[in-house]
Structure formats: structure tokens, C-alpha cells
């Protein structure tokens, strides 16, 4: 289980994994998003974070059953929310987190991490995926991918958060700025993602402009 834990709420992901196929078989969303506990959000509703996120897990416990709970990882990474906090309040939240989900009744699962993840690996990681979409049987796509196919060129997109921006398209082979991730392999060519942690490049303050 992966939680996608961005500035304006978290959203839980279940996959089954048998062999080499990977299919989701649920997910369900919680808001606001964890860096609003800091200022005290919603306390009526959702006293502490783990609060919020024993919905999610309430939810996991009605897709998994009572026997593979034990055996079952769930791993949350946040983003620009959590990215714009200073590393003390995050720690506080996290450890908050940790402390009361691993003590809550209804919580038997394993904890693989609860961090929040680097601007240009968020980058990295939609770039991947919005690849893998193109390259996916299950989504329609050209399932020659990169190494089947030497005329595949890379997708760009552009991921506008709630509290930052994704930008990623293909890139020349050529040194550049310090905002760039650049990937070497045999079949495709480099990729470039590009974050900038700025309020004004987010999806609420452009819907507002």
C-alpha cells in the first residue's frame, strides 16, 4: 500500500502484486492534507493525524483480508506540503503518525516509511509513470516501450499540485542547471524534471489567477 500524502489531502493506493503483475484494486482519498496539522486544521474532525489516516486503514482492512494484514506494507511519502514545513514540524507530524498507528487496534500492517519525498524524484517518478501509461498493455499503449522500439521518444507533462509543480519532458544529452534530473540508459534517452517549490506555479493560486 503507498499513500500519496500532497498539500491538500492523502490518498491510499492498494496494489496486488502476484509475480511479475501489478494491478490496483483500491484506493481511497482523506483531506485535508498533513501539513495542516500544524496549524490546527479541522481539529474537530480530526484531532491528530492519525485520526485522519485510520479512515484509510479502516478502508484497507474491508479489501484485505485479516491474514495477509501482517504480511501487507504500507509506505507514505508526502509532497510540497510537507516539502514547505520546516524538518522539525515534519518529524513531529511523522512521529505523531507513527506513534499512533502502530498503537491503534484496527492497525496490524508493517510500516515501510513515513518521509516526504524530494522535489525531483516526485519530478522523476510522474515521468516514469506517465511513460509507463504509453507502454502499458492495460492502458492501450505501445507495449514495445524503450527497449522495444528505437523510434520511442519520452512523453513530457506537466503536474500541477497543490502546492508545486512538475515539469518533465525529454532532454538532449547536455549538461545543464542545478533543477535537472538526467538519466542514462542503453535504449532511451536522457529525461529532465524540473520542480520549483513556488506557491505561484500550484494549481490553487493558477485557478485563482
Same mark, same amino acid.
Given at each position: 500500500?503507498?499513500?500519496?500524502? $500532497?498539500? &491538500?489531502?492523502?490518498?491510499? #493506493?492498494? *496494489?496486488?502484486?502476484?509475480?511479475?503483475?501489478?494491478? @490496483?484494486?483500491?484506493? =481511497?482519498?482523506?483531506?485535508?492534507?498533513?501539513?495542516?496539522?500544524?496549524?490546527?486544521?479541522?481539529?474537530?474532525?480530526?484531532?491528530?493525524?492519525?485520526?485522519?489516516?485510520?479512515?484509510?486503514?479502516?478502508?484497507?482492512?474491508?479489501?484485505?483480508?485479516?491474514?495477509?494484514?501482517?504480511?501487507?506494507?504500507?509506505?507514505?511519502?508526502?509532497?510540497?506540503?510537507?516539502?514547505?514545513?520546516?524538518?522539525?514540524?515534519?518529524?513531529?507530524?511523522?512521529?505523531?503518525?507513527?506513534? $499512533?498507528? &502502530?498503537?491503534?487496534?484496527? #492497525?496490524? *500492517?508493517?510500516?515501510?516509511?513515513?518521509?516526504?519525498? @524530494?522535489?525531483?524524484? =516526485?519530478?522523476?517518478?510522474?515521468?516514469?509513470?506517465?511513460?509507463?501509461?504509453?507502454?502499458?498493455?492495460?492502458?492501450?499503449?505501445?507495449?514495445?516501450?524503450?527497449?522495444?522500439?528505437?523510434?520511442?521518444?519520452?512523453?513530457?507533462?506537466?503536474?500541477?499540485?497543490?502546492?508545486?509543480?512538475?515539469?518533465?519532458?525529454?532532454?538532449?544529452?547536455?549538461?545543464?542547471?542545478?533543477?535537472?534530473?538526467?538519466?542514462?540508459?542503453?535504449?532511451?534517452?536522457?529525461?529532465?524534471?524540473?520542480?520549483?517549490?513556488?506557491?505561484? #506555479?500550484?494549481?490553487?493560486?493558477?485557478?485563482?489567477?
Amino acid at each position: 500500500m503507498i499513500v500519496d500524502a $500532497g498539500s &491538500t489531502g492523502s490518498r491510499l #493506493f492498494i *496494489y496486488d502484486v502476484s509475480g511479475s503483475k501489478v494491478v @490496483r484494486v483500491g484506493s =481511497e482519498k482523506t483531506t485535508p492534507g498533513l501539513s495542516c496539522f500544524v496549524y490546527g486544521c479541522n481539529p474537530d474532525k480530526y484531532p491528530t493525524p492519525t485520526d485522519q489516516y485510520m479512515k484509510l486503514v479502516r478502508y484497507a482492512n474491508e479489501i484485505i483480508p485479516v491474514e495477509l494484514r501482517g504480511k501487507t506494507e504500507i509506505t507514505v511519502k508526502a509532497t510540497a506540503g510537507m516539502r514547505l514545513l520546516s524538518e522539525e514540524d515534519q518529524d513531529a507530524i511523522y512521529a505523531s503518525l507513527l506513534s $499512533g498507528l &502502530t498503537s491503534h487496534p484496527d #492497525f496490524h *500492517y508493517k510500516i515501510g516509511s513515513i518521509s516526504t519525498l @524530494r522535489g525531483d524524484l =516526485e519530478g522523476y517518478y510522474g515521468l516514469v509513470s506517465s511513460n509507463h501509461l504509453l507502454t502499458s498493455d492495460s492502458a492501450g499503449g505501445d507495449t514495445k516501450g524503450y527497449s522495444g522500439n528505437e523510434g520511442y521518444r519520452p512523453v513530457g507533462s506537466l503536474d500541477m499540485g497543490g502546492s508545486s509543480t512538475q515539469v518533465r519532458r525529454s532532454k538532449e544529452r547536455k549538461a545543464g542547471a542545478k533543477q535537472q534530473l538526467v538519466l542514462y540508459s542503453d535504449r532511451s534517452p536522457p529525461r529532465f524534471a524540473c520542480t520549483p517549490l513556488d506557491r505561484r #506555479f500550484a494549481s490553487r493560486p493558477a485557478h485563482r489567477r
